[in-house]
């Protein structure tokens, strides 16, 4: 890409980093919509095989396909919708969409990209890590955007376009054997970051300018297929993956402890990996990791209402 279209978008700004906030987050209202109902289903193309979800301002979800790569743009109002990136081939996991694009984690491919998000054009992209790799998650922070890695004990810090650091994990997280860190969030204050290990069910607080990790203390509570993190205001959102639920938690401001408040759950849930909110609904995508993926399987993200 042209280096003056880099300039011209560059992700993290001292400025635009000034104007993202991650202590507070803003959830467009559904009534914006247009829509005292929206739809609680979503169908996604067939054999689509979806993992991430990310909504911004307008009612519109993107979804990244674990097949290969695609994004799917879906509207809340109708449920319609289209592909708007092809993908490289190569898988899209978690997604994160804020004014710079749409941030996707590359999977197995060790990659990450930023997309725009009204025509597909890859903005940016970077090659964190190969094989063994999974680049699961990402967030986007005003310490830059920051993408985990299930197989490798780093956070992979995005700065500026083309360019990331390797930040190493130390403190109470210590990888083990298996899938480890997958979802991350702010902390509610918006001074570090919350991050899932799936393996152990653990819920770390993370120095996003050392990689310095603590427990976090949720009153024996344990995170058993933790999947993808939501926090809004102070509660903190789980995906439950294989066990079809989101655990709710009331966090304390600077995310070292939390206590359960309930756990969500729908007839419509088929092994859902992340999560998005849109006015009182969450979304989430089904990904069906239970049933074998053919051409022709049929895929859909659910609506449920979030308590906090």
Known sequence: MDRSVLTRRALLTSSAAAAISAATVSVPSAASAGQKHLPDVIALPNGFRPEGIAIGK?????????????????????????????GPGTPSVGLKI??????????????????????????????????????????????GAFFTDSNNPFLYKVTRPGAF???????????????????????PDGRALLVVQSNTGGLFRVNPATGATTQV????????????????????YVVQNRLNQVAVFRLDRRGTSGALVTRLTSPNFDVPT???????????????????????????????????
Do not use: C, M, W
Not at 292 to 301: I, K, L, N, S, V
């Open 58 to 86: 307008q009612p519109y979800a993107y979804f990244g396909s674990l097949a290969d790569g695609r994004i799917y743009r879906a509207s809340l109002v109708t449920g319609r919708g289209k592909v708007i990136s092809p």
């Open 98 to 143: 804020d004014r710079h694009g749409l941030f996707v984690a590359g999977g197995a491919a060790g990659d990450g990209r930023v997309v725009d998000p009204r025509t597909g054009e890859i903005l940016a992209s970077y090659q964190f890590a190969s094989a063994p790799t999974f680049i699961n998650d990402v967030v986007v922070t005003p310490f």
């Open 217 to 236: 203390d949720l009153g024996g509570e344990i995170l058993t297929n933790g999947d993808g993190l939501l926090v809004l205001g102070r509660s903190l």
């Open 274 to 308: 992340t999560v998005a909110a849109f006015g009182d609904r969450l979304y989430l995508p089904n990904a069906r990791f239970t049933t074998t993926p053919t051409p022709d399987t049929t895929y859909t993200a659910v609506a449920v209402k979030r308590t906090a």
């Open 165 to 187: 650091t390797p930040l190493p994990y130390s403190g109470d997280l210590v990888y083990q054997a298996g899938f480890n860190v997958n979802g991350i969030a702010p902390t």
